[in-house]
């Protein structure tokens, strides 16, 4: 694992192409209305009478300011009374899904994401956490994965210490970038100081997991000033880092048209940040992971990784990938079995959906056995930089070279140009490669031809 990734600039320029980040397969994009609650429901009774463990992820989309990089779902406000009707909206889903399912069905993993989870009161979080450990089997040994994203701008001691209380053990703390030029191009403003005193508060309260999002890619960034932020960072000491490239989406994310696209560095400039901050990382002991993720060598993913039981969803890289995945509030998304559901994305459309007891499922899709395959192989190839023919064959019943003949040809072309490393019995994506495993997975989209490709980001 040494050797994770090897920078290879002509490879790059070649292969650093638009397309999904595969935390799922088929992607959201294939979403269609033609799913709805019917299936959902038929998805939980199986879930139930498998009695399959759980992975719960909460949307909270308020916040008090606005990031001009966001493409999150969110709603801009400094009235805090805005939340009181999303949370009783929110209490009534929990209850529509929970009596479908059966109370031995353990909450392995719960995720607080927004929006900023911190824009509610601590009486507010006390409440929703009531309503979720009573209609669901949430853990009560601190053995649960908990986690919830923290903005240090609206947590202090004591709200860290509410969430050690209510259960949380996990924090992933958005950082971005320290350089003040930076944070006053996209209006997010935060001090070393403040990002600091969230992560010693979750040391000295044992949360045992910190993770730090940052993004390349923004206006002003520079080589030198991002280095420096990398390098705050490592003095942090987190468990995890996430390092997202910046995809200017202006077309689609309306806060991006804020930002001035004459700021932002140039496609030679992201690459030399991409690599600075790898090298950065690895010289301090991080392992690359894959997809933007970098972990200490104890954390649970790079374990996970060692151990080839690391896997992928709608959360990122997990450890509780076999977990049926239930999304609840505002565009949230569900992958239960082989059902992907979504909520409606619209506030007002949510709350009055629910208001009238039914659930606010507007989209999703249901996978089909080729769509299964095709899961089976990303995920491999994602989550391990390899992919045995041989277990593929016996999960699905395929002969894989003769199922996979018409791609043959774009693998060999990746083994030529040193990708990947293509033989009769697997792949392996090469040190060379594992920057663009994406471009890899593309190989095997099914869907790709037919979207526009300029809906994603791209691979690096």
Request: aromatic share 8%; glycine share 6%.
């Amino acid at each position: 694992m040494l050797d994770a990734i090897r920078w290879d600039t002509d490879l790059i320029r070649r292969y650093d192409l638009s397309g999904p980040r595969y935390t799922s397969y088929p992607t959201a994009v294939q979403f269609t209305s033609q799913v709805g609650t019917f299936d959902l429901f038929h998805a939980l009774r199986d879930s139930r009478k498998a009695l399959r463990p759980l992975s719960l992820y909460v949307h909270v989309p308020f916040c008090a300011n606005i990031c001009y990089y966001c493409a999150c779902n969110k709603v801009i406000t400094k009235d805090r009374g805005r939340a009181l009707p999303y949370l009783q909206r929110l209490e009534q889903e929990i209850q529509l899904i929970a009596c479908h399912l059966d109370p031995a069905q353990k909450v392995e993993q719960l995720h607080f994401g927004g929006g900023t989870p911190t824009f509610l009161s601590h009486d507010e979080l006390r409440q929703l956490m009531a309503q979720l450990r009573k209609h669901f089997n949430l853990l009560d040994d601190d053995s649960g994965d908990y986690g919830i994203e923290i903005d240090p701008r609206e947590a202090d001691w004591s709200t860290m210490g509410l969430l050690r209380e209510l259960g949380f053990n996990r924090v992933s703390i958005g950082l971005q970038d320290l350089d003040p030029a930076v944070q006053r191009a996209v209006n997010r403003l935060q001090s070393l100081e403040e990002t600091r005193a969230v992560i010693d508060a979750a040391r000295t309260l044992q949360f045992r997991s910190i993770n730090i999002d940052l993004i390349y890619g923004l206006p002003r960034q520079t080589p030198e000033n991002f280095a420096r932020t990398v390098d705050e960072v490592i003095a942090l000491q987190p468990d995890r880092l996430s390092v997202f490239n910046y995809a200017h989406l202006p077309e689609r994310f309306m806060p991006q048209r804020r930002i001035n696209t004459a700021e932002l560095p140039t496609p030679a400039q992201k690459l030399e940040m991409l690599q600075g901050t790898i090298e950065q990382l690895t010289k301090a002991g991080y392992r690359y992971i894959g997809m933007d993720h970098f972990a200490l060598p104890d954390d649970e993913l790079a374990i996970a990784q060692e151990e080839s039981t690391l896997q992928r969803n709608f959360q990122g890289y997990t450890t509780h990938g076999h977990c049926d995945l239930i999304g609840l509030g505002v565009s949230a998304i569900s992958q239960i079995g082989d059902l992907y559901c979504q909520n409606t994305s619209d506030l007002n459309l949510y709350q009055n959906t629910l208001a009238s007891a039914q659930l606010a499922t507007n989209r999703g899709l249901l996978c089909n056995a080729d769509d299964r395959l095709r899961r089976a192989v990303i995920q491999q190839l994602i989550c391990h930089f390899s992919l045995e023919f041989a277990g593929i064959e016996q999960a699905f019943n395929i002969d894989f070279r003769g199922y996979f003949a018409e791609l043959w040809p774009q693998l060999q072309a990746m083994a030529k140009d040193g990708l990947i490393e293509l033989d009769s019995e697997r792949i392996t994506v090469l040190p060379a490669g594992r920057l663009l495993v994406r471009s890899v997975c593309m190989v095997f989209d099914a869907y790709l031809e037919q979207q526009n490709r300029q809906r994603f980001s791209r691979v690096i």
